[in-house]
């Protein structure tokens, strides 16, 4: 019988991936979503879907009826300026849609296990000179960040009083097809949208600021492992929590650069004032995963933008020519 995975957030950029490389695994793939900000075209034909709220009692009874060996959670709030000025709403999906999934896996008799997506662009302070391990540090400053921290923290907890196996994925900056280049957070796909549009690149700042871009298709390749690898007993914060990223800073300047180059497009860059607190460097280690999940990020920056660049000129019809 194929192993049964429930991947929350799966009609979302990341978690549909996530369900596509599952299934591509031969997992039985259920996807729950709410469609907040997902769509249901983004969910694989080949997974259930059930259309629930995380914080909702369905769900939790989903994740106690519904024999997962797995359960990968992607559903979040991801705004973190909207966490900012709403920090009730973001912890109420953020924080308590995971507690309500966790007391369902506990109550389930042979615990699923949890694989949570964190972040490692908003729980590292500005300590250390990137890139930031593990064990770095942690003071996130929105509440976003504060959000993930304490379900990494709950998940220790219930890893040491329940015996439910937890993983931690802290991804970098995700980019790749079927981000949402509306939201707040994926710069590659507002970058690829504007050139698309004939709209010039807006740098905050001077451009020097830099993230670490890891492509979504590693992101899921990421998953797959950690819902299928053994894994050291869970127990400690930090033991089973994991960068997702390359290691590699890319400072916004270049990446707009870069996207010029490989999608052929000339787009000017404009320059607009640095924006309030924003950190000024990014970049998570990748050792441990690569250690504990035999995993690596296998895509090239140069690669993943012409393809993340040819998803959205194939998809936006407004496009015009350069
Ligand atoms: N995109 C990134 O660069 C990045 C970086 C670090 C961490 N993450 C994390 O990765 C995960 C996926 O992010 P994404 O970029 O794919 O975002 P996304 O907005 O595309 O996906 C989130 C999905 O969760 C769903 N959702 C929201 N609230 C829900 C609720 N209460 N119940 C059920 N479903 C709900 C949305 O409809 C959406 O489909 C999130 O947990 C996010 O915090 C993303």
């Known amino acids: 019988m194929s192993p049964r995975a429930l991947v929350t957030g799966g009609a979302g950029f990341i978690g549909s991936h996530v369900a596509d490389a599952l299934l591509d695994r031969g997992f039985h793939v259920v996807v729950l979503d709410d469609l907040s900000t997902g769509r249901r075209e983004n969910v694989p034909s ?15 009874r989903l994740v106690r009826e519904g024999g997962f060996d797995v359960i990968l959670h992607q559903a979040a709030q991801i705004d973190v300026r909207r966490s900012v000025f709403d920090p009730v709403h973001d912890a ?21 296990r949890f694989v949570f ?24 400053d929105s509440p976003y960040g504060i959000a993930k921290l304490a379900v990494e923290h709950y998940l220790a907890y219930y890893g040491r009083l329940h015996g439910i196996e937890g993983v931690v994925l802290r991804y970098a900056n995700v980019y790749g097809p079927r981000q949402d ?41 990421a998953n797959v492992a950690a819902a299928t ?19 590699a800073e890319t400072s916004v300047i270049t990446l707009a650069e870069t996207l ?22 990014s970049a998570v280690s990748v050792a441990k995963a690569q250690h504990l999940l035999g995993w690596k ?26």
């Not at 507002?190 to 807006?202: E, M, Y």
């Open 229 to 247: 690898v053994a894994l050291p007993a869970a127990g400690r914060l930090d033991l089973r929590a994991m960068n997702i990223g390359t290691g």
């Open 46 to 60: 080949a997974a259930e879907f059930a259309q629930l709220d995380a914080r909702s009692a369905e769900a939790a």
């Open 260 to 281: 010029r180059r490989v999608s052929g497009r000339p787009g000017r860059i404009e320059f607009a004032p640095a924006r309030l607190g924003e950190q000024l460097r």
């Open 117 to 140: 997506a964190s972040t490692g662009g908003a729980i590292y302070g500005d300590f250390v000179t990137p890139p930031n391990a593990e064990s770095a540090p942690k003071d996130p």
């Open 181 to 221: 280049p509306h939201g707040e957070a994926g710069v590659v796909a507002i970058f690829c949208a504007r050139l698309l549009d004939g709209r010039p690149l807006t740098v905050f700042g001077d451009g020097t600021q830099t993230r670490d871009y890891v492509h979504v298709k590693d992101v899921a390749a």
């Open 92 to 112: 109420s999906i953020n924080i308590l849609g995971a507690l309500n999934l966790l007391e369902a896996v506990r109550a389930v008799a042979t615990s699923p």
């Open 297 to 322: 990020p296998a895509c090239t920056l140069d690669g993943g933008l012409k393809e993340t660049f040819d998803y959205f000129a194939a998809h936006t019809p407004q496009s015009v020519s350069a």
